[in-house]
């Protein structure tokens, strides 16, 4: 898969403009996707497995940029095409200074709708089953829980919870 800079429902301004535009992943940024990893992500991922995830012909990586600037990369998502018409959503997060400002919605509508556009049918991911509010997010745009997975995370160890989403191509 290619990065088109698919722009999804990025939050905006009263008058419309873009707080945040959705573009895709330069090494430029790697540094500071680094940083949201390590506040957001255990285990995080290593320099190199971001950077080769970056120039994967089945991977889409993207970030949420300001439109001011002034943010390299406010948070970010990885969807893998992992079949014909299946996909994995590898990870997904944001600054914990750009929280609660919509920046999820609009990652993840944007890695929807390129996995959509590339035949995706379905897209699984796993969650850690404490994290709530990624939950709730997953919920509200159709993925639901099909297993649990046992002390699948570590520091801390933890259950996780295994969502899909299925028919993007109808819906």
Not at 33 to 55: F, K
Not at 71 to 90: C, H, N, Y
Not at 139 to 153: A, E, F, I, P, W
Request: proline share 4%.
């Amino acid at each position: 898969m290619q990065n088109d800079g698919n722009t999804g429902s990025a939050p905006k301004h009263a008058d419309g403009s873009f707080v945040y535009y959705i573009a895709p992943a330069e090494e430029s940024c790697i540094t500071q996707i680094m940083e949201i990893e390590q506040e957001s992500i255990s285990p995080p991922w290593t320099h190199g497995a971001l950077l080769g995830e970056m120039y994967r012909d089945d991977s889409f990586f993207a970030v949420a940029r300001s439109a001011a600037g002034t943010t390299p990369a406010a948070g970010f998502v990885i969807l893998r095409k992992t079949s014909e018409d299946e996909g994995e959503l590898l990870q997904i997060a944001v600054s914990r200074v750009e929280r609660r400002r919509g920046i999820a919605n609009a990652l993840l509508l944007a890695a929807l709708a390129y996995a959509e556009k590339n035949a995706v049918k379905t897209v699984f991911l796993e969650v850690r089953k404490s994290n709530v509010p990624a939950v709730s997010l997953y919920k509200k745009y159709g993925l639901s829980t099909v297993r649990t997975r046992k002390d699948y995370y570590s520091d801390p160890t933890e259950d996780a919870l295994v969502m899909r989403i299925q028919d993007l191509q109808e819906k």
